[in-house]
């Protein structure tokens, strides 16, 4: 069975910083690309960013480009979400998933793709 887990969230203020983690065996054996999702009360789950296995390749929702950074490292089975100046509307539920190709309104969806249980940000104005 796949397991992913996250670490790093927490309570910031606007204009602060966080850096999430995502491990687990589902990092270690995957082939695929891994993304970072989120949700918020009220709102659609957004693919966040993602980043290919095989060659590194990132790509990015527009609400967070120039703000956040994914990033992966093979020796620690890692992959990692950088989080810059952060606002009040970047607060959600953070997860790791694989494949990173799920579309729709809630995550997780476990029929479609493997994740973590999820890691709060919040960030106060």
């Known amino acids: 069975q796949v397991q992913l887990e996250e670490s790093g969230g927490g309570l910031v203020q606007a204009g602060g910083s966080l850096r999430l983690s995502c491990s687990g065996s589902?990092?270690?054996?995957?082939?695929?690309?891994m993304g970072w999702y989120r949700q918020a009360p009220g709102h659609e789950c957004e693919l966040v960013a993602s980043?290919?296995?095989?060659?590194?390749?990132?790509k990015y929702g527009d609400s967070v480009k120039g703000r956040f950074t994914i990033s992966q490292d093979y020796a620690k089975n890692a992959v990692y979400l950088q989080m810059d100046s952060l606002q009040p509307e970047d607060s959600a539920v953070y997860y790791c998933?694989?494949?990173?190709?799920?579309?729709?309104?809630?995550?997780?969806?476990?029929?479609?793709?493997?994740w973590g249980q999820g890691t709060q940000v919040t960030v106060s104005s």
């Open positions: 998933a694989s494949p990173a190709q799920y579309i729709g309104p809630s995550c997780p969806d476990w029929d479609f793709a493997s």
């Open positions: 589902g990092v270690t054996s995957n082939r695929y690309d």
């Open positions: 980043i290919s296995r095989r060659d590194g390749i990132t």
